[in-house]
């Protein structure tokens, strides 16, 4: 059986550069919750989002969900509610034609100072370590500052949705702007791909944010 994994060395003329979408969860796949989404009862789409994800695979792209669920720190979430949450929104993505996409989350409250919590890059590279892709081959969309910067550390480019937290933040190297929520910028990374991806790698800014701790799973496999 062949190896469904991009081959980060691969040059044809039919596979884009651009091979992983890595996607923050809460403000970008789902509306995000002050109190947190804590059972998969609460889980709730934003508009649009199930269907960019089909759009996104359509074009041969891989998806990796990143999420910082520090309530499991807090004691508010726990790992097996965690699992069921994201069951249920792969099962949604399978019902469109959507493949398993790979799930990181690190459970740690901000005050641990872990490496896989974003803004450090420990989830990102995870993800990319498991696709077998490099840096400049994935986009994260993110809806807060801590997304941009932990795509900037890891060297790869990213794009802020304001369905989530808001307006923009402030710049950050390989940024590409602000759309208003996925389904923008699936057209955009549709535009993108069409025009045959060609960026050079940007530089990991692992000064600021060092280290690669393996992160954990975040649903059963």
Not at 32 to 37: M, Y
Not at 88 to 108: E, W
Not at 203 to 217: D, H, L, S, V, W
Request: hydrophobic share 40%; net charge positive.
């Amino acid at each position: 059986m062949a190896d469904p994994r991009p081959n980060p060395t691969a040059r044809t003329e039919r596979t884009p550069q651009l091979r992983v979408v890595l996607l923050d969860r809460d403000g970008v796949l789902n509306v995000n919750r002050p109190d947190h989404v804590t059972r998969a009862e609460q889980w709730r789409w934003l508009p649009g989002a199930l269907d960019a994800c089909a759009r996104l695979t359509g074009l041969g792209l891989h998806l990796a969900v990143v999420t910082n669920q520090a309530a499991i720190g807090r004691g508010l979430l726990t790992a097996y509610e965690l699992d069921r949450i994201h069951d249920r929104m792969v099962a949604d993505l399978a019902a469109v034609g959507v493949p398993r996409p790979v799930i990181l989350h690190c459970p740690h409250p901000p005050a641990v100072g872990c490496s896989c919590r974003k803004p450090r890059p420990g989830l990102l590279t995870g993800a990319l370590e498991q696709l077998q892709a490099l840096p400049a081959q994935a986009l994260l969309v993110g809806d807060h500052d801590s997304d941009l910067m932990a795509a900037a550390a890891a060297g790869c480019w990213s794009l802020h949705v304001r369905s989530g937290r808001g307006r923009p933040p402030a710049a950050h190297p390989g940024c590409l702007g602000s759309v208003p929520g996925l389904a923008e910028a699936a057209e955009l990374i549709t535009t993108l791909t069409a025009t045959d991806w060609r960026r050079s790698p940007l530089p990991r800014a692992e000064g600021r944010y060092p280290g690669t701790t393996r992160p954990r799973e975040g649903a059963r496999p």
